[in-house]
């Protein structure tokens, strides 16, 4: 069946007065307060709740949303098919379907979900996209995940789930830890951001300070020697080196490698 098929077969079955969706404007979401269908934007957006749609609805859009049906959750409060295709298309790439065949079953359902919108959305940033779309896909998935979604946003982004993320969980994997342990290991660092500080303007040099030593402290606990400091632009870059020049009077033990190129700094700790 075509899409537009489909899209017609739709029209019958959703029946609301003044609606007139056309192709590209059906908006998913998944919760449980919307109604079923809900016509939006004065009748030219069709609202489908994928939560209470029947097995047989359900079937009949999946060639629409094949990935959102498949997962049981939609990957971004989008307004089109047309950025529901373009997500598919790059994830599709041998790279991207690797590091999410990985982590899927792994790390916990929105999580997963999570990390797929953040790796759409690092794919935007590398392809040139503009601020505001980057911002409307970085607020959708704080919005959506709150300051968990922020955190895997921004490890992703990183490239920390290709790296270091899937090291610990394969060498806690390896070494015979739990599923359980793996898992609380992978909450200290999506949660409490254990592995990184992310320095922002308006961060005072102590308040720097005090995040990396607190995470130095909680990291040698549990058994992570590392942590990584990032920033971006020369204000933050020079309160990260004045930081670091100061931590290691006080740290001798502490090995830094740091990274600059043009207004981004990271520098990796070790301990």
Request: include cysteine.
């Amino acid at each position: 069946m075509s899409l537009m098929s489909i899209l017609e077969k739709l029209k019958h079955i959703v029946k609301l007065e003044g609606c007139s969706f056309n192709f590209i404007n059906i908006q998913v979401n998944s919760n449980n307060t919307s109604e079923k269908y809900t016509s939006l934007n004065g009748g030219q957006t069709l609202g489908i709740n994928l939560k209470k749609l029947t097995t047989d609805e359900k079937e009949l859009i999946k060639p629409l949303f094949p990935q959102a049906i498949a997962d049981g959750a939609i990957l971004l409060e989008d307004k089109s098919i047309k950025r529901i295709e373009d997500i598919e298309l790059k994830e599709r790439t041998s790279d991207k379907r690797e590091i999410l065949a990985f982590f899927k079953g792994k790390i916990p359902h929105d999580d997963y979900i999570a990390l797929r919108a953040s790796l759409y959305l690092r794919m935007r940033f590398q392809e040139g996209a503009d601020r505001e779309e980057i911002a409307e896909l970085k607020n959708d998935i704080i919005w959506r995940f709150s300051r968990r979604g922020r955190n895997i946003s921004d490890l992703c982004s990183a490239g920390y789930f290709e790296t270091l993320i899937r090291t610990i969980f394969e060498e806690m994997e390896r070494s015979g830890y739990s599923e359980q342990e793996v898992l609380d290991t992978y909450n200290l660092i999506v949660e409490e951001g254990t592995l990184t500080v992310f320095v922002s303007t308006g961060m005072s040099p102590d308040q720097v300070s005090r995040e990396i030593e607190e995470k130095i402290k909680r990291n040698r606990r549990y058994g992570l020697h590392i942590l990584f400091i990032h920033g971006i632009g020369r204000t933050n870059i020079e309160t990260i080196k004045g930081v670091i020049y100061d931590l290691k009077e006080k740290y001798p033990f502490v090995k830094t490698v740091t990274n600059e190129a043009a207004n981004i700094i990271s520098v990796k700790l070790m301990f």
